[in-house]
């Protein structure tokens, strides 16, 4: 059990620093894209990439927790 | 039935012989046939080891007017119920994509041109493998926690 809720606390932790790269990379292309491809869409469209990230982290940290709790009991 | 009776009879049970129970146990074959001759008794560490590896209580072990082999302490968790297994591996499965799937649009950004197209509203070809991981980890979740839910 503890050893699950440490795993999963990494893979959060790995998809927070994945999410940050992404994210990061697609808002410096959209950038580059509207100065010189004509992109319509504003950069922040960029965070939209977020979302799934976002959720991924969310699901790891709420299991983490409850494979700790249930790893002390 | 006394300890050594109750070792011997789940020795036979299992059809193992005083070698391979010593080996399972990483003890000498001599201490399990003093175990089984009453010429000593299990260390307490011994004793536990005895119990996992017979898969009964330390109770049924240790008190001699009880017959009945009970339970041992329930398996370790992870191994419980196919559901669980199941989320497990759809929920560490999604998030494995959506790592890789990050990783391709930064290293090798041919392979994932969302951006490039300023189309990040259209769900294309990524944004339904991004949904789909998405979904495999609620998916995953949901039936870890259920599973959780009913031990």
């Known amino acids: ?73 | 039935m006394a300890l050594s009776e109750k070792l011997y009879a789940l020795r036979k049970e299992r059809g193992l012989s005083q070698e391979q129970l010593a080996e399972g146990l990483k003890v000498s074959r001599q201490a399990i046939s003093k175990w089984e001759s009453s010429q000593s008794l299990p260390e307490s560490d011994k004793l536990l080891a005895l119990s996992e590896y017979f898969g009964v209580s330390l109770d049924y072990l240790l008190k001699e007017d009880r017959e009945e082999k009970g339970t041992q302490a329930p398996a370790p968790e992870t191994a419980g119920g196919k559901r669980g297994l199941l989320g497990l591996a759809i929920c560490i499965g999604g998030i494995l994509c959506l790592i890789l799937w990050g990783l391709l649009s930064i290293l090798l950004p041919s392979s994932a041109q969302q951006l490039g197209q300023s189309s990040m509203l259209r769900i294309d070809g990524n944004g339904m493998f991004l949904i789909a991981c998405v979904a495999a980890v609620v998916v995953g979740a949901v039936l870890i926690l259920k599973d959780k839910g009913k031990k």
Do not use: E, H, N, T
Request: aromatic content about 16%.
């Open chain 1, 1 to 73: 059990m503890k050893k699950l809720s440490y795993l999963f606390g990494a893979l959060a932790v790995l998809l927070s620093q994945v999410m940050c790269a992404v994210v990061a990379y697609g808002y410096c292309d959209m950038l580059w894209g509207i100065r010189y491809a004509c992109y319509s869409a504003p950069a922040s469209v960029a965070f939209l990439l977020a979302i799934p990230y976002a959720v991924g982290i969310a699901a790891c940290v709420i299991l983490a927790a409850v494979f700790y709790r249930k790893a002390k009991r």
